[in-house]
């Protein structure tokens, strides 16, 4: 049995699975720096668009008065980040498909190309709509076969910021990665200077192996911000005093408590549109359950400010479960004798498992192939020791309005800093409750 997080460095177990060798898949994923796929100004849509970090919006044609898209169902190769790419199933090349972005009262027609080798349908999670357009395969429309394109067409009766996802062959089709968000702006623009939106995935991607397995239900391997994991997913880029919204969707299997450091952030709003500002509530943490969405806004302060899942072990890459727990165990002796039936055996974890990432970087330890290390990235100060569902917000005083590229690391004012004081390891005389 192949144990998922694999803390231990089983490399010889990595030797074996890395004969499980990549085929070609039928179409690139592509990231497009620019989101947004609209040349019109802001004024003319009648909306500040959405960004989908990492992720794309997808064109539109106009015809008669209805904004038409199209998207293909397909397999492709997606990159979670350098290092650990798999082939997925998403739309028009990407996972996720590309957002789709229109406006309340807009008729819609999307068009849904099967290129998959079994059929499929799209269901608009969220969206009113006739019965016949609600895309659950085999209840409200025969199933899309393989070539076929269907037409879905509807008005947009509402805002919000809703998902669209297959309903056939759900648990396959979704756990290698076909969803998208639906973002519907209201009429009257909104006072939002930056709108964000991501979308919440777990993948089962097994050490050593090239494709998601679907048929994991808790024990995850990655977790991913629009199908990419830390360290490459792209910043949250903003200007000191702007107004930010995050639209967070959640199509995996577990709850993401959803957590930023720095400031006090609003709830605003989910599939029910902006909610009256009575409804808002300030957090620092927002539970997005599975198939929720939650939009929060804040008011962007100056600095590098962690913005991630709060399960710890969503933010961390590939590692296992099935292992006995290492910590505090003197392995010294004992590492020698595994080595003899596992080579390349290193003992880690004794004194908890900061190590891992050291022995990483330094080269130490290969992991099995196609495999994210558990613990990664470094930032100005050292090792940042995440994985999974964590970026950063990055807020400077001198950021354009519509310049989204990453402004680096952040250079805090004098004194600001938490800096060391002693290492005498007997230093002061902290107080401990007394017995
Ligand atoms: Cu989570």
């Given at each position: 049995m192949t144990s998922r997080r694999n803390f231990l460095g089983f490399s010889g177990m990595s030797a074996v699975l890395s004969t499980v060798a990549a085929t070609s898949a039928q179409a690139k994923s592509t990231v497009t720096p620019d989101t947004n796929m609209s040349n019109k100004s802001n004024k003319e849509l009648g909306y500040n668009p959405v960004r989908t970090p990492n992720g794309w919006t997808l064109p539109y044609t106009e015809k008669d008065g209805v904004k038409e898209f199209h998207l293909i169902a397909e397999e492709i190769e997606h990159e979670f980040a350098p290092g650990s790419t798999a082939k997925c199933w998403g739309y028009n090349g990407t996972t996720p498909g590309p957002t789709i972005e229109a406006v309340e009262g807009d008729r819609v027609r999307i068009l849904v190309t099967n290129s998959l080798k079994e059929h499929t349908t799209v269901h608009w999670h969220g969206l009113i709509l006739p019965s016949g357009m609600d895309g659950v395969g085999g209840l409200s429309q025969p199933q899309i076969a393989p070539g076929e394109t269907f037409a879905y067409e509807f008005e947009l009766k509402q805002n919000g910021t809703h998902m669209y996802h297959p309903h056939a062959d759900e648990m396959t089709q979704m756990a290698l990665g076909m969803m998208g968000m639906f973002i519907i702006h209201p009429k009257e623009p909104e006072p939002i200077d930056r709108d964000y939106c991501l979308l919440t995935h777990n993948w089962a991607m097994h050490p050593g192996t090239s494709r998601p397995d679907p048929s994991v239900m808790v024990d995850f391997d990655l977790w991913s911000f629009n199908s990419k994991v830390f360290p490459a997913i792209e910043s949250i880029v903003a200007r000191t005093g702007e107004r930010v919204r995050i639209r967070i969707g959640n199509l995996s299997m577990w709850n993401h408590p959803i957590h930023l450091h720095g400031t006090s952030f609003n709830v605003t709003g989910s599939d029910g549109g902006r909610w009256p500002k009575s409804a808002w509530r300030s957090e620092s943490t927002e539970i997005v359950g599975v198939g929720q969405t939650r939009d929060i806004e804040f008011v962007a302060t100056p600095g590098d400010w962690a913005f991630h899942?709060?399960?710890?072990?969503?933010?961390?890459n590939a590692m296992g479960h099935d292992i006995p727990n290492p910590t505090g165990v003197n392995m010294r002796g004992v590492e020698e004798k595994i080595r003899d039936h596992l080579p390349g055996f290193m003992a880690m974890?004794?004194?908890?498992?900061?190590?891992h990432q050291q022995h990483i970087d330094a080269g130490h330890h290969p992991g099995p192939a196609n495999t994210l290390p558990m613990m990664t990235g470094s930032g100005p100060y050292g090792p940042i020791e995440m994985g999974g569902m964590f970026t950063t917000v990055k807020v400077r005083d001198d950021i354009a309005p519509n310049d989204f590229s990453d402004p680096g690391w952040y250079n805090p004012p004098a004194n600001t800093i938490a800096k060391r004081i002693s290492r005498n390891p007997n230093y002061g005389n902290p107080p401990r409750k007394p017995s």
């Open positions: 899942c709060h399960m710890s072990h969503h933010t961390m974890g004794e004194n908890g498992m900061a190590e």
